[in-house]
């Protein structure tokens, strides 16, 4: 049978109390819900689902006005033919001049009459490749600012250039639309708040405060008008400016 001193024993013992007792600790931390990082974890899990953002609405309104052009751009010309390049090119200068000098004994501002093309191109007879003339083309943008003279202007410009007068296009324009903008933001909230008050009686919450406004951007929808032919002996072409209408439309996002 093993002898064991007395020492030693004494020591053995004290290892063994040691390892129970740490053994002990250990079981009483496991069961006492572990370390305080472990139980912090484990509050936050159980309070995420109750912890949840407060509801928004989020919508869209659009704001409309009406307003009447106050300005006129029209893209004219000359077009003629002749029998070489340099006798077509002087007939079209030499109408063009009247065309700009017509425009401007009616108030057109020099600076807004403005050269917007050249062109010259041979004329072939049938089955031919050796061109019998030229024909000239220069063009003419001009901006005409008094509406209520933009009818006799055109009518001089067209007098002026002939038969040799060409128009390609007119536009109506709003130049100061800053006040119609400013009306038609503030029926875009409107209309934006209207929409959103539906969906909260909808939802059966109660519409809070805004949290953001973000515009969406703004358009101007002219209303075209065909520019009737001009006759000679005329007063003035007929002019109707018609309305155009501003639209501004914003996001807009709600607590409910």
């Given at each position: 049978?093993p002898?064991?001193?007395?020492?030693?024993?004494?020591?053995?013992?004290?290892?063994?109390?040691?390892?129970?007792?740490?053994?002990?600790?250990?079981?009483?931390?496991?069961?006492?819900?572990?370390?305080?990082?472990?139980?912090?974890?484990?509050?936050?899990?159980?309070?995420?689902?109750?912890?949840?953002?407060?509801?928004?609405?989020?919508?869209?309104?659009?704001g409309?006005?009406?307003?009447?052009?106050?300005?006129?751009?029209?893209?004219?010309?000359?077009?003629?033919?002749g029998?070489?390049?340099?006798?077509?090119?002087?007939?079209?200068?030499?109408?063009?001049?009247?065309?700009?000098?017509?425009?401007?004994?009616?108030?057109?501002?020099s600076?807004?009459?403005?050269?917007?093309?050249?062109?010259?191109?041979?004329?072939?007879?049938?089955?031919?490749?050796?061109?019998?003339?030229?024909?000239?083309?220069?063009?003419?943008?001009?901006?005409?600012?008094?509406?209520?003279?933009?009818?006799?202007?055109?009518?001089?410009?067209?007098?002026?250039?002939?038969?040799?007068?060409?128009?390609?296009?007119?536009?109506?324009?709003?130049?100061?639309?800053?006040?119609?903008?400013?009306?038609?933001?503030?029926?875009?909230?409107?209309?934006?708040?209207?929409?959103?008050?539906?969906?909260?009686?909808?939802?059966?919450?109660?519409?809070?405060?805004?949290?953001?406004?973000?515009?969406?951007?703004?358009?101007?929808?002219?209303?075209?008008?065909?520019?009737?032919?001009?006759?000679?002996?005329?007063?003035?072409?007929?002019?109707?400016?018609?309305s155009?209408?501003?639209?501004?439309?914003?996001?807009?996002?709600?607590?409910?």
């Amino acid at each position: 049978m093993p002898q064991f001193n007395p020492s030693y024993r004494a020591a053995a013992m004290g290892v063994a109390a040691a390892a129970l007792l740490t053994g002990a600790f250990a079981t009483g931390t496991a069961l006492g819900g572990g370390s305080g990082a472990q139980a912090a974890t484990t509050a936050a899990h159980q309070l995420t689902p109750g912890a949840s953002a407060a509801g928004r609405i989020t919508v869209t309104g659009t704001g409309t006005v009406t307003g009447t052009p106050n300005q006129l751009v029209l893209s004219m010309g000359v077009q003629v033919n002749g029998g070489s390049v340099s006798a077509a090119l002087a007939q079209a200068n030499q109408a063009t001049e009247h065309v700009t000098s017509a425009l401007q004994g009616l108030g057109v501002a020099s600076a807004d009459i403005q050269t917007s093309g050249l062109s010259i191109y041979p004329s072939y007879p049938d089955s031919s490749r050796v061109p019998d003339g030229y024909q000239v083309t220069e063009s003419l943008t001009a901006t005409l600012r008094q509406l209520d003279k933009a009818g006799q202007q055109i009518q001089a410009a067209a007098d002026a250039g002939g038969n040799a007068i060409t128009v390609s296009d007119v536009s109506l324009n709003l130049t100061d639309d800053g006040p119609l903008l400013a009306i038609a933001r503030a029926n875009a909230m409107k209309d934006a708040r209207a929409k959103a008050e539906q969906f909260a009686r909808a939802a059966g919450e109660q519409l809070g405060q805004v949290i953001s406004i973000t515009p969406v951007g703004s358009s101007s929808l002219p209303v075209l008008n065909q520019l009737p032919s001009a006759s000679a002996g005329s007063a003035a072409v007929p002019i109707s400016p018609g309305s155009q209408q501003v639209s501004e439309s914003v996001t807009v996002v709600y607590a409910v």
